[in-house]
């Protein structure tokens, strides 16, 4: 059955694999080329180390406060300075520009595994999926190989009236290679020439490959394994691990039954909620949902 939430476009269907192709292996390709130079000290050092985990912490407050929360659910409103930051760093994840983010992520709340979901481990738009590792596989990156566009008209238009999304959404490559190459800048400043090239390596390319596989997960493991919220019509699950290391986004089945709160429950384990009330508390966001 043809989907009909997706762009029958084949040119622009295409445009989107090679977006998502890029954005998968060009930092696997960055790393390559770094680790054959000849470069021999890649070890990471505490500089690297430190680095890292700020460009890491940066780049998970872009995807889970700023991509996911903001951009897609509206859980709270905010100037348009603290837009474009959350916007450069969502982007700086390299998960796609943030009209498409948006577009596939509420396609996944309209359809939550169910038929033209465009990652569930249950169901794809193919039809029911009988195989676990087939269905796990679909839902952590397969989908993004088909490269089909979910509709940014019907699901994102706000972002398409939207300036500022506009142009972060036209200029990702631009952005994406700031976020790349900034943390080999801060390391030559920290460090030298060797501290530029590994953190160019770990807190540029490594953070991004990592980042990439926890949120694959949160769509794979993430209804699969797990608590379901009582009730629920659908198979995302909470687990603490992802919740942990993600902000609070692996409290998937909670977020599915309130998917516009500001704050997963349960609120000690969701970061990133506090991190937003913090922000409330400094006037940089309002009128949390």
Request: proline share 4%; hydrophobic share 45%.
């Amino acid at each position: 059955m043809k989907d009909p939430c997706i762009s029958q476009n084949a040119k622009e269907n295409w445009g989107n694999r090679v977006l998502n192709l890029g954005s998968i292996f060009v930092p696997w390709l960055l790393m390559a080329a770094i680790a054959l130079s000849g470069e021999r000290q890649l070890a990471p050092t505490a500089t690297t180390t430190l680095v890292f985990g700020i460009f890491f912490a940066l780049t998970v407050v872009g995807v889970a406060i700023g991509m996911h929360r903001y951009f897609t659910h509206h859980a709270f409103k905010t100037s348009r300075v603290i837009k474009v930051c959350l916007g450069v760093l969502g982007t700086w994840a390299m998960q796609g520009d943030i009209t498409r983010w948006v577009a596939d992520h509420r396609r996944h709340h309209r359809f939550a595994d169910k038929q033209f979901d465009p990652h569930s481990p249950w169901f794809s738009d193919h039809g029911p999926i009988l195989n676990r590792l087939q269905g796990w596989f679909h839902a952590h990156v397969g989908w993004m190989l088909y490269g089909r566009v979910s509709q940014p008209a019907r699901y994102a238009p706000d972002c398409l009236a939207d300036r500022s999304i506009a142009i972060l959404s036209n200029y990702y490559w631009p952005i994406v290679v700031v976020g790349l190459v900034l943390p080999g800048a801060v390391g030559y400043w920290l460090g030298g020439e060797g501290e530029m090239t590994r953190c160019v390596f770990w807190a540029g390319a490594a953070r991004v490959a990592l980042l990439h596989q926890l949120t694959w997960s949160v769509n794979s493991f993430g209804h699969l394994f797990g608590q379901k919220v009582a009730g629920s019509d659908n198979e995302a699950r909470d687990n603490i691990f992802f919740a942990l290391l993600l902000l609070g986004e692996g409290l998937h089945s909670h977020h599915h039954a309130r998917p516009t709160s500001a704050m997963n429950e349960p609120k000690h384990l969701d970061f990133g909620g506090w991190i937003i009330r913090g922000f409330e508390k400094l006037g940089l966001v309002w009128q949390l949902r």
